[in-house]
């Protein structure tokens, strides 16, 4: 998104990261209030860690925000080669819910960090 250094912090895989995720995006982006929906944020972020917790495997993901000035990319970094699906099986949903996702931010994606295996599912907003 920029050249601006990213903020991250990892999480267990277990149901109660979704609430800790919550809490950490909202702490993090709050002194950006005036210039960012800090609640749009927090929800993209919820939206991606619950994918990761229910989806996920490994033991813990990563929550990684980007910003800069007017925009906020929120990212989840797991440990796996397999990437999250864009589109959904017959009968299922995606991962994450496009419609949620695609309400929020101006742009999403799936794919691996740069030089790694790791899957990273991103969600951004101006």
Do not use: C, K
């Not at 989806?55 to 990437?83: H, M, Q, T």
């Amino acid at each position: 998104m920029s050249d601006q250094p990213e903020a991250g912090r990892r999480f267990a895989r277990v149901p109660a990261s979704a609430v800790a995720v919550r809490h950490y995006v909202t702490g993090a982006l709050a002194p950006l209030a005036g210039q960012l929906d800090v609640g749009a944020a927090v929800l993209m972020a919820n939206e991606l860690a619950t994918n990761a917790i229910t989806n996920g495997g490994g033991e813990a993901f990563a929550i990684v925000i980007a910003v800069e000035p007017g925009a906020v990319r929120i990212a989840v970094e797991e440990a796996s080669a397999a990437l999250p699906q864009d589109e959904a099986p017959a009968g299922g949903q995606t991962d994450p819910d496009p419609a949620l996702v695609e309400a929020l931010a101006d742009g999403w994606g799936v794919g691996h960090r740069a030089e790694e295996e790791d899957a990273r599912t991103w969600a951004g907003s101006s």
